[in-house]
């Protein structure tokens, strides 16, 4: 798994800069559908809790949206995988909401915390979506290791560095 991970660094650096991968719209794109996920759960609590049923028409109406925004985003699918993928992006919303939250009360640690996990969770998504993981491979031995061979961290450490250099906001 580490030499692949070398491996695709290297390909990521060599593509980044010949300038033919930009993949900023696609963050941006995914960041819309979190919201949008997060949309979907608002209107379904504030229908439930107000018996109002014209909140879960505008429910339905953007998950029509966040269906068809998606389908830019995910290009092949495998199983489950959509749903995987859709509950990461939504996991990572809620855990980057509730941060926000804790960081607003004055918990930096446990903002950081939920932060952290928010990252992994997003590139997990990243992961996943480009097909640099393969679900069925990810196997944690102890302290969080790929394997026995694994010096470096978990996948999530790794794909957080594979996320940082493919997927840049501010490219223009």
Known sequence: MEEKIKKLLEKVKKVTQEGKIDLSSDEDLSVAVMNLLSLEEHFFFTGAKTKKTKYFDLLNEIREMRKELMKRLVKKTEGESWCILKHL??????????????????????????FSKAYQLYSLFWGINLNIVKIGEIKEIEDKKLNVHDKEGNVFSKLGAIVQKIVDCCKE
Do not use: C
Request: proline fraction near 0%; avoid cysteine.
């Open 89 to 114: 992006l939504a996991a990572s919303m809620r855990l980057i909401e509730v941060g926000t939250k804790e960081l607003n009360k004055g918990n930096k640690k446990e903002a950081e915390d939920l």
